[in-house]
């Protein structure tokens, strides 16, 4: 069965400095989403991505986040400069479509010292 | 604006017990509703979802979830569980008509113990 892969599976970082979070999404799906998960709080939205494009995205995705979908294959999201706060679980997701199902993949934990 | 509230954080149950995990949503406007599980160290895999139509919804692993519009709620419930159930359950709503993104609850973690 295709799932969402993403890599890697955990990343330290000291503060201030840029990550990115790798993505594969499902091969035919065309909407990708990032959503992240501080410890003990709730699954937060970050942003969605269709069309080559950000289609929604929440008031935590600010300036120092970015999407790109580089290739035919990846999904990426950077932290440009990162803080104490960014560290969490970061999930991707994709779907066929805007109202289908979101296929999660396993995460990428960040922490950042 | 949708918030979920998902009334219990932890839920010890024995094997082969009902369980029922409760969620409430708040939204002026319809809403697509899921729950997903998260067993450890994976990712969120749906359960099940309700879009439309039969208020009891079906999914995988002998779980079933029954919305309710008047009262906002959309429980998750199984008739016996095994300890395999053991994992983090989060329920969510997506407001289909402002975008896709998912709101979620803050999740109930399910313990089976013999």
């Known amino acids: 069965e295709p799932e969402v892969t993403q890599t890697p599976s955990h990343q330290v970082t000291q503060m201030g400095q840029e990550v990115i979070l790798r993505c594969v999404p499902i091969s035919n799906h065309l909407y990708f989403y990032w959503y992240r998960q501080i410890l003990g709080q709730k699954v937060e939205f970050l942003v969605s991505?269709?069309?080559?494009?950000?289609?929604?995205k929440s008031e935590i995705f600010d300036d120092q986040f970015s999407v790109e979908r580089p290739d035919g294959s990846n999904f990426t999201l950077k932290i440009r400069s990162t803080k104490l706060e960014d560290s969490a679980m970061y999930f991707c997701?994709?779907?066929?479509?805007?109202?289908?199902?979101?296929?999660f993949g396993p995460g990428t934990r960040l922490l950042v010292l | 604006a949708q918030s979920v509230t998902q009334l219990d954080s932890q839920v010890p149950v024995f094997e082969e017990a009902p369980v029922e995990l409760r969620c409430n949503y708040s939204?002026?406007?319809?809403?697509?509703l899921f729950w997903y599980v998260q067993y450890p160290n994976q990712g969120l895999q749906l359960l099940l979802k309700y879009l439309s139509g039969s208020t009891l919804v079906k999914g995988i692993n002998g779980f079933e979830a029954e919305f309710n519009k008047s009262q906002t709620s959309f429980h998750l419930r199984k008739p016996s569980v095994h300890i395999s159930d053991t994992a983090e359950y989060f329920c969510a709503v997506c407001h289909y008509q402002a975008g896709t993104a998912l709101i979620f609850g803050k999740g109930t973690t399910l313990s089976v113990s013999s």
């Open positions: 991505f269709y069309n080559n494009e950000i289609s929604e």
């Open positions: 939204s002026s406007v319809s809403v697509y």
């Open positions: 997701a994709s779907s066929t479509g805007g109202r289908e199902t979101q296929y």
